[in-house]
Nanobody
Framework: VQLQASGGGLVQAGGSLRLSCAAS????????MGWFRQSPGKEREFVAAITRRSGSLQYADSVKGRFTIIRDNAKNTVHLQMNSLKPEDTAVYYC??????????????????WGQGTLVTVSS
């Protein structure tokens, strides 16, 4: 599967952005989908994940209550709605796909496929 992330940009603190990840192929619904982010000088960190039929959602503590992950299997897309953005949310955001999930959705090593990343910058 190929992933294409989009929707990043510059936003003021308190604002909102909606990231999108479009997937190629006919088996999108077979993948657990996740969002990760990486800031300069930091390791890539888990943001959110959603299981194949949206039965389970998982979020990093730092984004709970502010971010929402949504998928549309009919359109092969997954979105990350980001509200109440903070300067510390500034990062390159990556979508990822996990075909053979062991259930540890927050581990980047679980994911076989990655998008190219989209930059989110939150100004104070």
């Amino acid at each position: 599967v190929q992933l294409q992330a989009s929707g990043g940009g510059l936003v003021q603190a308190g604002g909102s952005l909606r990231l999108s990840c479009a997937a190629s192929g006919r088996t999108f619904s077979s993948y657990v989908m996740g969002w990760f982010r990486q800031s300069p000088g930091k390791e890539r960190e888990f943001v959110a994940a959603i299981t194949r039929r949206s039965g389970s959602l998982q979020y990093a503590d730092s984004v709970k209550g502010r971010f929402t992950i949504i998928r549309d299997n009919a359109k092969n897309t997954v979105h990350l709605q980001m509200n109440s953005l903070k300067p510390e949310d500034t990062a390159v955001y990556y979508c990822a796909a996990d075909r053979f999930s062991s259930g540890i959705y927050s581990s980047s090593s679980e994911y076989e496929y990655w998008g190219q990343g989209t930059l989110v910058t939150v100004s104070s």
